[in-house]
């Protein structure tokens, strides 16, 4: 049996070396390095997948984030709801721009935003809402509309960990999560579903006045050389990352799939154990039980795979997997509202039971394209044996 990795860039880069490394010659013979051919034939390329009208790169998903917020002109002191569980960039971006961060509850089976507690939070001051689409699984985002519809707030999707999923709406429609909102952010990340060999990042918008905005605040403000018609950054991505994104994008769908049939082995694997709650699927698109993962439809592309251990000691279990050669992840130990950066009196512990309880409880196993049987055999054994001793 291989080594087994949390995630294999290497195998990966193996099936699409040729391409990769003729296309990275080529822009260093080219010397275009900054927003050169291969940034904009990614970009259109990005736009004719997700069917969304535009693409603007920039250097990586936290700018991503930050750019969306500076774009939609919030100002300081206007509330942001976002989930208590998920990575620290989604709020670290909102206390940047100096607006107040609104941390609020996640649900137990999705781990995604819940609407519930969105609402209780609205207050006059409430300007947005940013769901994370966590772990490759889209929001609720029938509800998440509404509720911003009826406030007019602005929804900013977080699709760091979901590009390529889909949402089907209450109506039927199906779309691509990040293209739902009013602007989404994404990362390219090296260990993301699609990502580069660097930093990376895009947002995307069907609004063409915001994607005007946000086309000069990624380049320092600057429409015209020299002309700065709003507060930019520089926030370009090079165009060595777009052209291995442009080698990885039409294999997206199928980097997705094989992480579908990884987690239905694992699923399958920890079938009837009681002490293990598997991930759950919601939404598909393709309208098949929740209970399904499907390769019909792309309703979940597990950027992670997140277990919940009941009754076990899983920091033990980490432990013991590492001991076994098993790299596995605790995604996230401490909760955005107990970090000593985003600690705040409004909050009260009793308004996080399910983010309180999921950070003793989670554990992320080896997810991605190049997982094999004999290895998720290994690790689902050491699981089970390990919970059931």
Do not use: W
């Not at 069917?51 to 750019?67: F, M, R, S, W, Y």
């Not at 997140?306 to 590492?322: C, F, G, I, K, Q």
């Not at 955005?336 to 409880?361: G, W």
């Amino acid at each position: 049996m291989k080594k087994i990795q949390m995630v294999d860039l290497k195998g990966q880069y193996e099936q699409i070396k040729e391409r990769v490394d003729a296309s990275v010659l080529d822009v260093i013979s080219s010397a275009a390095f900054i927003n050169g051919p291969e940034v904009h034939s990614f970009q259109k390329e990005l736009e004719e997948y997700l069917e969304v009208k535009h693409v603007i790169p920039c250097a990586n998903g936290t700018d991503a984030l930050q750019i969306a917020m500076m774009g939609l002109g919030l100002k300081p002191g206007d509330e942001v709801i976002t989930a208590d569980f998920t990575f620290a960039a989604t709020v670290e971006v909102i206390a940047l721009l100096q607006l107040t961060p609104v941390l609020v509850d996640v649900e137990p089976d999705s781990f995604n935003i819940d609407p519930e507690a969105i609402k209780k939070a609205i207050t006059p001051n409430t300007k947005a809402i940013v769901p994370v689409h966590l772990f490759g699984q889209a929001a609720n985002m029938d509800e998440i509309m509404a509720i911003a519809k009826e406030h007019n707030l602005y929804v900013i999707e977080d699709n760091a960990q979901g590009i390529g999923s889909s949402y089907k709406f209450a109506d039927g429609k199906v779309a691509k999560t990040g293209t739902i909102g009013h602007v989404s952010s994404t990362s390219f990340f090296p260990s993301k579903n699609l990502g580069c060999y660097g930093d990376g990042g895009a947002i995307f918008t069907d609004d063409d006045d915001l994607a005007h905005t946000i086309r000069g605040i990624v380049n320092h403000g600057m429409y015209k050389r020299y002309h700065h018609d709003v507060v930019g950054v520089n926030s370009r991505l090079d165009s060595i990352q777009a052209t291995v994104l442009r080698a990885k994008l039409p294999h997206l769908d199928a980097y997705n799939n094989a992480r579908r049939s990884a987690a239905r082995k694992y699923n399958q694997a920890f079938e009837g154990i009681e002490n293990i709650i598997t991930p759950k699927v919601k939404g598909n698109s393709c309208g098949t039980s929740s209970a399904i993962i499907c390769d019909t439809c792309n309703c979940h592309v597990f950027h992670q795979y997140t277990l919940r251990v009941m009754n076990v000691d899983r920091d033990a279990l980490a432990n013991h997997l590492n001991e076994a050669g098993i790299p596995c992840g605790v995604y996230y130990p401490i909760p955005l509202h107990s970090q000593k950066a985003y600690q705040d009196d409004r909050y009260n512990e009793l308004d996080f039971p399910v983010t309180n309880q999921l950070v003793k409880e989670v554990i992320s196993l080896p997810m991605h394209t190049e997982l094999d049987d004999d290895q998720i055999n290994y690790i689902t054994k050491n699981i089970i044996d390990f919970v059931t001793k």
